[in-house]
């Protein structure tokens, strides 16, 4: 075959539907080249006239979390899904691309994800400093330290590990794996840390670590190969020491 | 302070400090972003950021490291922004540090540097090779932080449209569009602040995001906001080529090592800018061309020699496989170096499903950044008129610009790894700079009715386009153009035709149709709205570099080989007209050291001096 199937599930909220098009095989080629082709060309596969896709992409790098989108069923940027080794993996040359279902659909494969941006306020997630004036080094902070700052700091808030956790969903009020990551990354930074105990208590309530099912679905989509389940265990060891402080009216615990 | 409310339109690395700054002052901020701010095209930043902290202890201080920003700059940049800057550098490191950014650190826990481009210096500190990222998220969480405090609020997923003035001309707020519904919206403030970073997109195939399209500025340009410098684009040398775009490869994987080569041919010869010929290596063998041509910097020569190199070694017909492109060698460096580096080795095993710890990978030039941007006032701390000017101030009253979208920092050619820190300090000033000015200004509101209807009216006359060209396609032609006339070798005979065709092609956008007419999310709407302002910044930059009868940093002209500091050590200023954008020129102010050819084949570490600085600088940060 020389050419493949992009069948792109797009539409308004309660008015969704598949639509395909159909595309030369180039090398190179990925689900975000396609769409830019529709722009150019809006002909569905059967030759009508159609409006192009909406999609949100912007770095195309895999560095800014815009692109992502559920391809072939999985969620993933769309800027490293390569048309050629999807097509080697799957042996179709069907490319099915929907957008996220956990967030509000805005048209086609745009989502709202302004709730993930709400999460990082719930849990502070940030370094209180004093002020922006010159005031000299921040902690000495050891290279081991560092390597695990970084990874959980390369969170992009792409979404993916919420759209693949079951236990996101209408009924469930839980905040989802990213926040987590960020309560953990802010609990290493000596400076940071001080506002633990605070987020900790967000960790206690139902949007917490708490309502993980440890499904582990969020470590396997991850494009950026966050520890979230290590982060799930170490601020879930924190709730339980936090909750037996407060069971026993303990004064603060020590940052 | 009364509650006085400013506007910031962008959220990179600019946008934010700037809005953190003026957060900490309890000046209430909103914040206009195409995107979330956190995917700002900031996060694509990969290297790092420099810093004089001379910490390897090779004699580096924050003097060397502004000369070398203006001799990297070929001495087009005004020098006391330049000065400023790099005499903060530390502090703003420093404050990073604190806020928490995840840098690299030594074994001692304290932070760790790299080499870059255009230095011999260890100057660069970095976060793995995602700095941008870093540094945007830390400052995205600052910005949080007054969000939750009720200082700052957001208007993401919206388009800047106009600016709205008062009788006086003073910027007084702006329409925005909501990307979800396409709505205007008036935003009123007492002053404005753009951080809308640069125009990559304008050429095609270019390492920046997709929303990079230079139209916020091209509006305001239309507006009367005077552009600087258009004509200098920077070429990144080290790419990797995809459908969609152009994925840089960071200056840092030659900053720990990294080599570039193509395979050496012993019947060929080369000549080097100081007249020697050489061979061009050995026939079945790697001939690492840079290190023989500069042995003082070798592959970290500055980006706009780097490429032009490249372009020569490839026109010889020597690139891999008589093609264009090069070998950029990691394949030697250690497990520790390679670690250091991961991210964008992962990056270009996913893109190209090779693995560039076993095989070298190949690379090709494209665009990178604009050294120019909006013309912004910088008054020096000695200047008799010092505090009656406003740093970072656009000709418009109140309508400030900062980051990628100003033209102060980096002359005809920037430095790797000083965007970042360009960006933030100029945020940083303005942060500082906007609270001042708010406190000279009458309370007088401006006229936002008149602004609204102009939108409203363009928007239905753009929606009712109903001819046969697609705005995507004729962005592609233009942006083809724009690549193959205007980026590394540039005549004035291919300029005149490039200006010839973007006229052209601005009669053929007035009979565009949109393929979509829809309320929601219409892309190739908003794509239409931007495209107008596009070609308006395209005719600066191409008629710009038209005019300038020399070659300067990023700017090369094979019939005018030589820089020509008498005709033109001038600052070019782009002024809108209907009929093409009218060009002047403003001095360069050289006030602290005289230009000097650049010269980068000699280990000679630069001893800067610099005449009349004042000793009681006061930094801005």
Not at chain 2, 200 to 214: A, E, H, K, Q, W
Not at chain 2, 246 to 260: P, Q, T, V, Y
Not at chain 2, 358 to 384: L, N, T
């Amino acid at each position: 075959m020389t050419t493949f199937i992009l069948k792109v599930f797009r539409g308004m909220p309660g008015k969704q539907y598949w639509e395909e098009f159909q595309f030369k095989r180039r090398f190179g080629a990925n689900v975000i080249s396609a769409l830019m082709e529709i722009q150019k060309n809006p002909i569905n596969r059967l030759g009508e006239a159609t409006t192009p896709v909406a999609w949100e992409s912007n770095c195309l790098e895999e560095v800014c979390g815009s692109c992502s989108m559920l391809i072939n069923g999985r969620p993933r940027q769309a800027c490293t899904a390569l048309i050629e080794p999807i097509i080697e993996k799957t042996g179709s040359e069907i490319i099915t691309v929907a957008p996220f279902t956990k967030f509000p659909l805005v048209r086609d494969l745009v989502v709202d994800r302004t709730v993930m941006f709400e999460n990082l306020k719930k849990v502070q997630a940030w370094v209180e400093v004093d002020s922006y004036h010159e005031e000299g080094y921040g902690p000495l902070i050891s290279p081991e330290k560092q390597e695990v700052m970084y990874s959980l700091a390369t969170c992009m808030t792409c979404g993916c590990c919420s759209e693949a956790c079951p236990q996101v969903n209408d009924h469930s009020p839980f905040m989802g794996p990213a926040p987590i990551g960020q309560v953990r990354l802010f609990s290493i930074h000596p400076t940071a840390r001080v506002k633990h105990a605070e987020r900790i208590q967000v960790m206690q309530t139902d949007a917490g670590v708490g309502s993980c099912g440890n499904a582990q679905n969020c470590v396997k989509v991850c494009p950026k190969n966050v520890p979230l389940t290590d982060a799930i265990a170490s601020v879930g060891r924190d709730t339980t020491l936090q909750a037996i402080h407060d069971l026993f009216g303990l004064p603060e615990r020590n940052p | 302070m009364a509650q006085k409310k400013v506007i910031v339109v962008g959220g990179g690395l600019a946008g934010l400090s700037c809005a953190m700054k003026l957060g900490s002052l309890g000046v209430s901020v909103d914040i206009v972003s195409l995107t979330k701010v956190r995917r700002s095209h900031s996060v694509c930043a990969q290297g790092g950021i420099n810093a004089a902290f001379n910490m390897k202890d090779e004699g580096d201080s924050p003097l060397i490291h502004a000369y070398e920003t203006i001799k990297g700059g070929d001495f087009l940049a005004d020098q006391p922004p330049i000065v400023e800057m790099c005499l903060s550098a530390p502090r703003i490191i420093r404050l990073l540090d604190r806020m928490g950014c995840p840098f690299n650190r030594t074994v001692e826990g304290r932070l760790d540097a790299r080499r870059f481009g255009g230095s011999l210096y260890h100057r660069t500190v970095f976060c793995g090779s995602s700095t941008g990222q870093q540094l945007l998220y830390t400052l995205d969480e600052q910005v949080r932080r007054w969000e939750a405090a009720g200082l700052v609020k957001k208007h993401e997923n919206h388009d800047f449209l106009r600016l709205i003035r008062d009788s006086s001309g003073r910027a007084k707020g702006v329409v925005v569009m909501d990307l979800f519904n396409q709505s205007l919206q008036v935003l009123e403030a007492d002053a404005v602040i753009m951080a809308t970073g640069g125009l990559g997109v304008l050429f095609r195939m270019s390492t920046n995001s997709v929303i990079c399209t230079g139209a916020a500025n091209g509006r305001l340009f239309m507006q009367g906001m005077e552009y600087a410098n258009g004509e200098f684009i920077q070429v990144h040398p080290t790419t990797i080529p995809g459908e969609d775009k152009m994925r840089l490869m960071s200056e840092s994987a030659r900053g720990e090592g990294g080599r570039i080569w193509v395979p050496g041919d012993s019947l060929k010869t080369i000549q080097t800018h100081d007249g020697r010929v050489l061979q061009c290596g050995v026939t079945g063998e790697p001939w690492y061309f840079l290190e023989e041509l500069y042995p003082a910097y070798g592959n970290l020569v500055p980006r706009d020699i780097c490429v032009r190199e490249i372009m020569r070694i490839c026109e010889m017909g020597m690139g891999v496989e008589g093609g264009s492109e090069v070998y950029l060698d990691v394949s030697h460096l250690s497990q520790e170096k390679l670690k250091k580096i991961a991210s964008i080795i992962d990056m270009y095993e996913k893109f190209t499903g090779q693995d560039p710890r076993k095989v070298p990978m190949r690379i090709f030039p494209a665009v990178h950044y604009s050294m120019g941007g909006a013309w912004v006032d910088f008054p020096a701390q000695e200047d008799p008129d010092r505090w009656t000017r406003f740093r970072q101030m656009t000709n418009i009253p109140g309508l400030f610009n900062i980051g990628e979208s100003d033209y102060l920092y980096h002359g005809a050619n920037r430095l790797g790894a000083n965007s970042l820190l360009s960006c933030i300090f100029a945020g940083l000033v303005a942060g500082s700079e906007v609270p001042r000015y708010l406190d000279t200004i009458k309370a007088e509101r401006g006229n936002a009715k008149e602004a609204l209807d102009i939108e409203e009216k363009e928007k239905k006359e753009l929606l009712s386009r109903n001819g046969p060209e697609n705005v995507f396609k004729l962005y592609e032609e233009l942006s083809d153009l724009l690549v193959k006339n205007v980026t590394v070798t540039r005549s004035n005979s291919g300029l005149k035709e490039t200006i010839d065709q973007i006229l052209t092609l601005r009669e053929r956008f007035k009979n565009i149709g949109l393929a979509d007419r829809g309320p929601f999310y219409n892309q190739t709407y908003q794509f239409a709205r931007q495209f107008g302002p596009m070609l308006e910044l395209a005719l600066v930059i191409t008629k710009g570099a038209l005019f300038r009868n020399e070659s300067r940093g990023a700017h090369f002209k094979a019939e005018f080989p030589k820089r020509d500091d008498v005709n033109w050590l001038k600052t070019t200023i782009a002024t809108y007209s209907p009929d093409g954008p009218i060009i002047s020129y403003k001095p360069v102010d050289t006030r602290y050291v005289k230009p000097v050819l650049r010269d980068y084949s000699k280990h000679i570490k630069a001893i800067p001096d610099f005449e009349g600085l004042p000793e009681n600088l006061v930094l801005p940060i």
